[in-house]
């Protein structure tokens, strides 16, 4: 995958050139976006999460051990196994469903809202999903949000523990600093992409790690939480903390403001500025843009910068929104969920943006479904990179449903 | 997969003029934080390296260095390389192999002693350090194998760590059902494969990026093997876990070799799956280099066209090399549960198929040399479980990070020059 990023976006859908006059822009847009429903590119989508689900759903049930007791008598009573199945199944999902949306069975009136946990796991996801969706588009494979999610979680502590500031300056402090973290650590490899041609995937694959045992040195000495033996940091000030933004019951905070605008804002980067269209012409083809007197390698550059930025936000929006203090696990799978859900949002910021609700839900569901059903939330991963697998490969769906490919114009197989 | 700047004529030119400068200067840094850290605020007192066991054949003597003198020592023949260096790029385009070869050697010493005469104990069991190694250098060994035999033929593995992670949890499984290690060892090899089978027919079926199958299968096979891990390997039975407690493959001394110090214990008291990577090492670099069969490989991972051209069929070559290679991460998994510990537990691999694919890059796509950087990275592991222990002057977490930092600087070309097949990670449409 060297000078041939035609790869990120599964479907090389081909972007119109951006004309000057907006309102062409906005037909081209609409005529887009039907094309696409009418080609099944929609369609598949949602018959991938639907496979995903039953696939899922047949692990569920063949596992469960009432399913395994009522097919020893499959023969003398088939409908006891399907009960079995329908009662296992359904247990589980409807419990899926329920945590991530609305719960009446829950013992308290915060725990049946689930709905705001889903939010509060989107959050983080929908930055860091942008930061890959970004980086795409402009052909570069940014394996790194985990790891630029950790350094910009980090910055955003060392300011928000270690300085003390008046309110509202110390969050922006904290949000700026946890931003320039998660820069610096993209623009590594994108500094290493432009001028090495050092490929990208293996340098944040390899940055990841160096972030995580870099964190762990510092919990280790420098940022440790006095009288503490765990490698923890102490606590963020109340001012450098996002406020909340339903009260105290809830844990969903101002970062998913966050999160929308910077949805708002990458949209009109990729689709209206010049900026945008740079990254977007390397993208399709670096040479091309090279001989149309672009600068690659400065693009290179740049759009890890963004992207990395945003991957710190999602720092940011950890530490400062859900987790108040630093430790090695500070990203969880964030930054590799992020890149399902770039992918999954087929690069589009607005893509991103529905993916990362989803996987809110399903990571909100996924704990609920544990707790009351008993299936372990490991099956939310095999669901979501089912999805995603299926989503890749187009053919697949459609040759599962029979669905006629209609290719849009001017694409090639 | 291109990993140094593929062909850009236009900025050819002052590549080479960057390429002839930057060895000189990085082994001019090198110098200097040696003279710094091994020379001036070397430790006083003596590194002890303890070479033979007290049971040994042969007994050698302790090998005892005055910390200090040795880094003075050191340090003065590591500037006068990173000298050389320069006088030599001043003269000609490249510097020496020989240069960078006893410079990183002498180094790694003088870095060595630089540690163990600053712990307390100020001495280390050379025995326990590579053989302990070998517990994170033999799966690396099979991951990083695997990476080359998919990526010389052009398919990206990011896969390895799913690999690895499928054939530990099948074989602990298998090895528990059957009450048989080598069931469980040949079942890891089938998960293997099977991954593999995901990866090749969505990367080459599908022609869906490598990059991202690889990285979904990661995803897919931790959620799967966590998820058969919750349901089926917790279920006890009279407090036992039936599933989960693999018959463990016997260590296979060879007489008279095993003795050798240090060599003894780390390549000749090992089970089978230990004497299978050293073979394969051998047999892989032979075939991929001496043979018909490797050259065909080659050819499809370089120029697939002009191998298709001649009759190779690129797919299929492409398909039985991704599916070889899973079997051999599976057969490197199986070693987690068969051999280096008790039983399966969740996300057991912990990264280390990322450091088998930073082996990969660092040997550059050779057997042999993925398998002596699957060695440092191993000892270098091991060195920081042991030194977290002893208590050292750097900290273990910077040990962690020498195979990702080592790394990167392959893959910018500061170390040698680090290149992937060409036509690694693209996928082959024939017309």
Same mark, same amino acid.
């Given at each position: 995958?060297?000078?041939?990023?035609?790869?990120?976006?599964?479907?090389?859908?081909?972007?119109?050139?951006?004309?000057?006059?907006?309102?062409?822009?906005?037909?081209?847009?609409?005529?887009?976006?039907?094309?696409?429903?009418?080609?099944?590119?929609?369609?598949?989508?949602?018959?991938?999460?639907?496979?995903?689900?039953?696939?899922?759903?047949?692990?569920?049930?063949?596992?469960?051990?009432?399913?395994?007791?009522?097919?020893?008598?499959?023969?003398?009573?088939?409908?006891?196994?399907?009960?079995?199945?329908?009662?296992?199944?359904?247990?589980?999902?409807?419990?899926?469903?329920?945590?991530?949306?609305?719960?009446?069975?829950?013992?308290?009136?915060?725990?049946?809202?689930?709905?705001?946990?889903?939010?509060?796991?989107?959050?983080?996801?929908?930055?860091?999903?942008?930061?890959?969706?970004?980086?795409?588009?402009?052909?570069?494979?940014?394996?790194?949000?985990?790891?630029?999610?950790?350094?910009?979680?980090?910055?955003?502590?060392?300011?928000?523990?270690?300085?003390?500031?008046?309110?509202?300056?110390?969050?922006?402090?904290?949000?700026?600093?946890?931003?320039?973290?998660?820069?610096?650590?993209?623009?590594?490899?994108?500094?290493?992409?432009?001028?090495?041609?050092?490929?990208?995937?293996?340098?944040?694959?390899?940055?990841?790690?160096?972030?995580?045992?870099?964190?762990?040195?510092?919990?280790?000495?420098?940022?440790?939480?006095?009288?503490?033996?765990?490698?923890?940091?102490?606590?963020?000030?109340?001012?450098?903390?996002?406020?909340?933004?339903?009260?105290?019951?809830?844990?969903?905070?101002?970062?998913?403001?966050?999160?929308?605008?910077?949805?708002?804002?990458?949209?009109?980067?990729?689709?209206?500025?010049?900026?945008?269209?740079?990254?977007?012409?390397?993208?399709?083809?670096?040479?091309?843009?090279?001989?149309?007197?672009?600068?690659?390698?400065?693009?290179?550059?740049?759009?890890?910068?963004?992207?990395?930025?945003?991957?710190?936000?999602?720092?940011?929006?950890?530490?400062?929104?859900?987790?108040?203090?630093?430790?090695?696990?500070?990203?969880?799978?964030?930054?590799?969920?992020?890149?399902?859900?770039?992918?999954?949002?087929?690069?589009?910021?607005?893509?991103?943006?529905?993916?990362?609700?989803?996987?809110?839900?399903?990571?909100?569901?996924?704990?609920?479904?544990?707790?009351?059903?008993?299936?372990?939330?490991?099956?939310?991963?095999?669901?979501?990179?089912?999805?995603?697998?299926?989503?890749?490969?187009?053919?697949?769906?459609?040759?599962?449903?029979?669905?006629?490919?209609?290719?849009?114009?001017?694409?090639?197989? | 997969?291109?990993?140094? #700047?593929?062909?850009?004529?236009?900025?050819?030119?002052?590549?080479?003029?960057?390429?002839?400068?930057?060895?000189?200067?990085?082994?001019?840094?090198? #110098?200097?934080?040696?003279?710094?850290?091994?020379?001036?605020?070397?430790?006083?007192?003596?590194?002890?390296?303890?070479?033979?066991?007290?049971?040994?054949?042969?007994?050698?003597?302790?090998?005892?260095?005055?910390?200090?003198?040795?880094?003075?020592?050191?340090?003065?023949?590591?500037?006068?390389?990173?000298?050389?260096?320069?006088?030599?790029?001043?003269?000609?385009?490249?510097?020496?192999?020989?240069?960078?070869?006893?410079?990183?050697?002498?180094?790694?010493?003088?870095?060595?002693?630089?540690?163990?005469?600053?712990?307390?104990?100020?001495?280390?069991?050379?025995?326990?350090?590579? #053989?302990?190694?070998?517990?994170?250098?033999?799966?690396?060994?099979?991951?990083?194998?695997?990476?080359? +035999?998919?990526?010389?033929?052009?398919?990206?593995?990011?896969?390895?760590?799913?690999?690895?992670?499928?054939?530990?949890?099948?074989?602990?499984?298998?090895?528990?059902?059957?009450?048989?290690?080598?069931?469980?060892?040949?079942?890891?090899?089938?998960?293997?494969?099977?991954?593999?089978?995901?990866?090749?027919?969505?990367?080459?079926?599908?022609?869906?990026?490598?990059?991202?199958?690889?990285?979904? +299968?990661?995803?897919?096979?931790?959620?799967?093997?966590?998820?058969?891990?919750?349901?089926?390997?917790?279920?006890?039975?009279?407090?036992?876990?039936?599933?989960?407690?693999?018959?463990? +493959?016997?260590?296979?001394?060879?007489?008279?070799?095993?003795?050798?110090?240090?060599?003894?214990?780390?390549?000749?008291?090992?089970?089978?799956?230990?004497?299978?990577?050293?073979?394969?090492?051998?047999?892989?670099?032979?075939?991929?280099?001496?043979?018909?069969?490797?050259?065909?490989?080659?050819?499809?991972?370089?120029?697939?066209?002009?191998?298709?051209?001649?009759?190779?069929?690129?797919?299929?070559?492409?398909?039985?090399?991704?599916?070889?290679?899973?079997?051999?991460?599976?057969?490197?998994?199986?070693?987690?549960?068969?051999?280096?510990?008790?039983?399966?537990?969740?996300?057991?691999?912990?990264?280390?198929?990322?450091?088998?694919?930073?082996?990969?890059?660092?040997?550059?796509?050779?057997?042999?040399?993925?398998?002596?950087?699957?060695?440092?990275?191993?000892?270098?592991?091991?060195?920081?479980?042991?030194?977290?222990?002893?208590?050292?002057?750097?900290?273990?977490?910077?040990?962690?990070?020498?195979?990702?930092?080592?790394?990167?600087?392959?893959?910018?070309?500061?170390?040698?020059?680090?290149?992937?097949?060409? #036509?690694?990670?693209?996928?082959?449409?024939?017309?």
């Amino acid at each position: 995958m060297s000078e041939t990023p035609s790869i990120p976006a599964p479907t090389p859908a081909p972007t119109p050139a951006p004309t000057p006059d907006s309102k062409d822009v906005k037909d081209a847009e609409g005529t887009r976006v039907i094309r696409e429903i009418m080609s099944g590119n929609a369609i598949i989508s949602v018959l991938a999460v639907l496979v995903a689900l039953v696939i899922g759903g047949i692990l569920i049930a063949i596992t469960d051990p009432r399913v395994t007791a009522a097919s020893g008598y499959f023969f003398a009573d088939p409908g006891a196994t399907f009960s079995a199945i329908w009662a296992s199944v359904s247990e589980a999902y409807g419990a899926l469903w329920r945590g991530a949306t609305y719960d009446p069975t829950a013992r308290t009136w915060q725990g049946q809202l689930g709905i705001f946990e889903t939010l509060t796991f989107a959050t983080p996801l929908i930055l860091a999903g942008l930061a890959v969706t970004l980086a795409f588009r402009a052909g570069l494979f940014n394996i790194g949000a985990q790891g630029q999610i950790i350094m910009g979680a980090t910055f955003a502590g060392v300011v928000g523990f270690q300085m003390h500031l008046p309110p509202v300056i110390h969050l922006l402090a904290v949000i700026l600093a946890g931003a320039i973290g998660g820069a610096i650590w993209a623009g590594i490899a994108g500094f290493l992409k432009a001028r090495t041609g050092a490929h990208e995937v293996i340098v944040t694959i390899m940055l990841n790690y160096i972030a995580v045992s870099f964190v762990l040195y510092l919990l280790k000495n420098q940022l440790k939480a006095p009288g503490s033996t765990n490698p923890i940091s102490p606590q963020m000030d109340a001012n450098a903390m996002l406020p909340l933004l339903l009260g105290p019951n809830f844990r969903v905070n101002a970062g998913l403001i966050l999160a929308i605008l910077a949805v708002i804002a990458v949209a009109w980067l990729l689709n209206r500025s010049t900026l945008g269209f740079e990254y977007r012409a390397i993208g399709a083809n670096p040479k091309a843009a090279r001989t149309a007197g672009m600068i690659v390698s400065r693009g290179y550059i740049t759009v890890m910068l963004i992207s990395g930025a945003l991957a710190g936000l999602a720092g940011v929006t950890q530490i400062a929104g859900t987790e108040k203090s630093l430790d090695s696990e500070i990203a969880g799978s964030i930054g590799f969920d992020a890149i399902t859900v770039a992918l999954l949002g087929r690069s589009k910021p607005w893509g991103t943006f529905f993916a990362a609700l989803l996987f809110g839900a399903f990571k909100a569901g996924g704990t609920s479904m544990a707790v009351n059903a008993d299936v372990s939330i490991d099956i939310v991963a095999v669901v979501q990179s089912l999805i995603v697998l299926f989503i890749a490969a187009p053919p697949l769906i459609r040759s599962m449903f029979r669905i006629k490919a209609v290719r849009p114009e001017g694409a090639k197989a | 997969m291109s990993v140094v #700047a593929a062909a850009e004529p236009s900025k050819l030119a002052d590549r080479v003029a960057i390429r002839s400068w930057r060895t000189p200067i990085l082994l001019g840094v090198f #110098a200097l934080v040696a003279v710094v850290l091994f020379a001036i605020l070397g430790p006083d007192g003596q590194a002890t390296f303890r070479i033979s066991q007290d049971n040994d054949a042969w007994q050698v003597p302790n090998l005892v260095l005055p910390a200090k003198a040795f880094g003075i020592v050191a340090s003065l023949i590591l500037v006068a390389l990173a000298v050389a260096a320069w006088l030599q790029s001043k003269n000609q385009a490249r510097v020496a192999k020989w240069v960078t070869m006893t410079f990183a050697v002498v180094f790694v010493i003088a870095l060595m002693v630089w540690i163990i005469g600053g712990t307390k104990t100020q001495n280390i069991t050379l025995v326990g350090l590579f #053989a302990g190694a070998m517990l994170i250098t033999t799966p690396l060994v099979f991951g990083s194998l695997s990476g080359v +035999l998919c990526e010389r033929s052009g398919v990206v593995n990011i896969a390895i760590e799913g690999q690895l992670l499928a054939g530990a949890f099948t074989a602990a499984l298998v090895a528990s059902i059957t009450q048989n290690a080598f069931a469980g060892l040949f079942a890891a090899a089938v998960a293997g494969m099977l991954v593999s089978f995901l990866l090749a027919a969505f990367s080459i079926k599908y022609v869906v990026n490598q990059i991202i199958v690889g990285v979904v +299968l990661n995803v897919l096979v931790s959620g799967l093997t966590g998820f058969l891990f919750e349901k089926i390997m917790k279920t006890k039975v009279d407090g036992v876990a039936i599933y989960n407690q693999p018959v463990h +493959l016997p260590d296979l001394p060879i007489p008279f070799l095993s003795q050798i110090p240090i060599l003894g214990p780390m390549l000749f008291r090992q089970s089978i799956i230990g004497y299978f990577m050293l073979v394969l090492v051998v047999a892989l670099w032979f075939g991929l280099f001496r043979t018909r069969w490797g050259l065909r490989i080659r050819a499809v991972g370089e120029h697939p066209k002009a191998a298709d051209t001649v009759g190779i069929n690129v797919n299929r070559t492409r398909f039985l090399n991704v599916m070889a290679g899973g079997a051999v991460a599976g057969i490197g998994g199986a070693y987690f549960t068969l051999v280096a510990v008790s039983s399966f537990s969740k996300d057991m691999t912990g990264g280390l198929g990322f450091i088998a694919l930073a082996a990969l890059i660092f040997g550059r796509w050779n057997p042999i040399g993925a398998a002596l950087a699957a060695l440092l990275f191993g000892v270098a592991g091991n060195l920081q479980s042991i030194l977290s222990l002893a208590g050292t002057p750097i900290d273990g977490q910077f040990l962690a990070m020498l195979p990702y930092a080592l790394t990167i600087l392959a893959v910018s070309g500061f170390v040698g020059k680090s290149r992937a097949p060409a #036509a690694s990670g693209q996928p082959y449409v024939k017309g």
